[in-house]
Nanobody
Framework: QPRLVESGGGLVQPGGSLRLSCAASGFPLYHYTIGWFRQAPGKEREGVSCSLSSSEASTSYADSVKGRFTISRDNAKNTAYLQMNSLKPEDTAVYYC?????????????????WGKGTLVTVSS
């Protein structure tokens, strides 16, 4: 059974940075489509960023985070990352990583099979 554990969330001031990690176990992450999603209170879960696979350079970003967030993988550590810069209060949410064998359009949360439990990011002064 695939297992995903997110970490790296916390409280940060507007304009600050955080790097989220998604550690995978039980399967080789490099074969899978990885997505980062977030859900703010009272809102639906939305796609933030995704990577189709390690063999493809294709990544996608929500318009609201383009130029500020970067998704990456470390295959040796079986871990995915979401580098978040220039954070804004509207980025406050629980952030989740998820995987699926292959899915495109990968920003759609409906296509994912396995999810982590999430990590809370709060952007506030």
């Amino acid at each position: 059974q695939p297992r995903l554990v997110e970490s790296g969330g916390g409280l940060v001031q507007p304009g600050g940075s955080l790097r989220l990690s998604c550690a995978a176990s039980g399967f080789p992450l490099y074969h899978y489509t990885i997505g980062w999603f977030r859900q703010a209170p009272g809102k639906e879960r939305e796609g933030v960023s995704c990577s189709l696979s390690s063999s493809e350079a294709s990544t996608s970003y929500a318009d609201s985070v383009k130029g500020r967030f970067t998704i990456s993988r470390d295959n040796a550590k079986n871990t995915a990352y979401l580098q978040m810069n220039s954070l804004k209060p509207e980025d406050t949410a629980v952030y989740y990583c998820a995987v699926v064998g292959y899915f495109d359009p990968c920003l759609n949360p409906a296509g994912y099979d396995d999810w982590g439990k999430g990590t809370l990011v709060t952007v506030s002064s």
